[in-house]
C-alpha cells in the first residue's frame, strides 16, 4: 500500500500564490505517475496536473496552465503543485493521487491511491 499526505492549502487572495506538497509513504517503489485533481463544491473532481515519474513528462488542465507548475522530488518521495496567480474559481478540494503506471494519466480511474485532500479558498 502507498498512503498519500496532502499539506499546503489555505486561504488566499486572488493573484496570490500557494505551493501543495504531497508526502508519500508505503511502497513508494511502485509509484509511478503522480497527479493532482480538484473538486469545488457542486462540481465534479477533475485533473490538474500530472507528471511521470522522471518529471520529464507533464499535462496541465487549459485552466491553469501557465499559472500552476507541478513538479516531483523522488528522493524525498513528493510532489508539489506551484500555484500562481489564483482565482476565485481554483476554489476547491486539491487531491494527489498515485498511480503504477508510468506515462501522463488524466483518467481518475487509473489512480490506485489517493490523499485525503487539502482545501484551497481563494477569495476574491
Known amino acids: 500500500q502507498v498512503q498519500l499526505v496532502e499539506s499546503g492549502g489555505g486561504l488566499v487572495q486572488a493573484g496570490g500564490s500557494l505551493r501543495l506538497s504531497c508526502a508519500t509513504s508505503?511502497?513508494?517503489?511502485?509509484?509511478?505517475?503522480m497527479g493532482w485533481f480538484r473538486q469545488a463544491p457542486g462540481k465534479e473532481r477533475e485533473v490538474v496536473a500530472t507528471?511521470?515519474?522522471?518529471?520529464?513528462?507533464?499535462y496541465y488542465v487549459e485552466s491553469v496552465r501557465g499559472r500552476f507548475t507541478i513538479s516531483r522530488d523522488n528522493a524525498k518521495n513528493t510532489v508539489y503543485l506551484q500555484m500562481n496567480s489564483l482565482k476565485p474559481e481554483d476554489t476547491a478540494v486539491y487531491y494527489c493521487?498515485?498511480?503504477?503506471?508510468?506515462?501522463?494519466?488524466?483518467?481518475?480511474?487509473?489512480?490506485?491511491?489517493w490523499g485525503q485532500g487539502t482545501q484551497v479558498t481563494v477569495s476574491s
Open positions: 493521487a498515485a498511480t503504477k503506471a508510468n506515462s501522463i494519466v488524466t483518467r481518475q480511474v487509473m489512480y490506485d491511491y
Open positions: 508505503g511502497r513508494t517503489f511502485s509509484v509511478g505517475a
Open positions: 507528471i511521470t515519474w522522471s518529471g520529464r513528462s507533464t
